[in-house]
Nanobody
């Protein structure tokens, strides 16, 4: 089992940048594929990005492709989401999740472990 704690959320100006972190404890994070999801008020939670166990493969939602970058440092048991050129539509609670499945999963059903989320607000 792994415990996940997100950090780095806050208020960012549209066009600005923010980096989210997800610290994993318990079993080492290299045992898990990791993903970022987000949920805006009144909307369903949606996939943002995912990265495989060793960081070899990544996958992004079309809405963030070219602006967000997911990465991981397994020595630090931490996964990151670098958010650049942030838009008002990016405002949401961002969740980190872990999966034991192989490959790049885009559906939340495949993720067994979740953090509590970190809020990102965007000022225009």
């Amino acid at each position: 089992q792994v415990q996940l704690v997100e950090s780095g959320g806050g208020l960012v100006q549209a066009g600005g940048s923010l980096r989210l972190s997800c610290a994993a404890s318990g079993r080492t994070s290299s045992n898990y594929g990791m993903g970022w999801f987000r949920q805006a008020p009144g909307k369903e939670r949606e996939f943002v990005a995912t990265i495989t166990r060793l960081g070899r493969y990544t996958l992004y939602a079309d809405s963030v492709k070219g602006r967000f970058t997911i990465s991981r440092d397994n020595a630090k048991n931490t996964v990151y989401l670098q958010m650049n050129s942030v838009k008002p539509d990016d405002a949401a609670v961002y969740y980190c999740a872990a999966t034991t499945a192989i490959g790049t999963l885009t559906h939340e059903v495949g993720y067994a472990y979740w953090g509590q989320g970190t809020q990102v607000r965007v000022s225009s």
